[in-house]
C-alpha cells in the first residue's frame, strides 16, 4: 500500500509562488511515475513533472518556472512554483506507484492563481 497527502495551496497573485509538499508513506516505487499532477476545472489531468533514473521530466506549460525535488528517503516530494499564472489555477496531485504498479494518489491541494 502506497499513501500520499499533499499540502500548500492556496490563493496567490500573479506572479507569486508557492511550495507544494507531498508526504508519501508505503513501498512506493521512487523512480516509476512518481511525480506532480494537475486538474483545472473542466480540463484533463496533466503531468506536471516526474522522477525517473534519468533526471525530473518538466511539461512545457510549466518548465522553467515550476521545480521538482524529493528527500533522501524518497517520502516526501517538494513542487515549487514560481510566476504563476491564471491558467495554473488547478488542484494538484502528487502520484506513485508501488512495485506492482498500481497507481496512487493524494487527496489533491488547491492551488488559485487570481489578481
Known amino acids: 500500500q502506497v499513501q500520499l497527502l499533499e499540502s500548500g495551496g492556496g490563493l496567490v497573485q500573479p506572479g507569486g509562488s508557492l511550495t507544494l509538499s507531498c508526504a508519501a508513506s508505503?513501498?512506493?516505487?521512487?523512480?516509476?511515475?512518481m511525480g506532480w499532477y494537475r486538474q483545472a476545472p473542466g480540463k484533463q489531468r496533466e503531468w506536471i513533472a516526474l522522477f525517473s533514473i534519468g533526471g525530473t521530466h518538466y511539461a512545457d506549460s510549466v518548465k522553467g518556472r515550476f521545480t521538482a525535488s524529493r528527500d533522501n528517503a524518497k517520502t516526501t516530494m517538494y513542487l515549487q512554483m514560481n510566476n504563476l499564472q491564471p491558467e495554473d489555477t488547478a488542484v494538484y496531485y502528487c502520484?506513485?506507484?508501488?512495485?506492482?504498479?498500481?497507481?496512487?494518489w493524494g487527496q489533491g491541494t488547491q492551488v488559485t492563481v487570481s489578481s
Open positions: 502520484t506513485g506507484r508501488d512495485w506492482s504498479n498500481k497507481d496512487y
Open positions: 508505503g513501498d512506493i516505487a521512487p523512480n516509476n511515475y
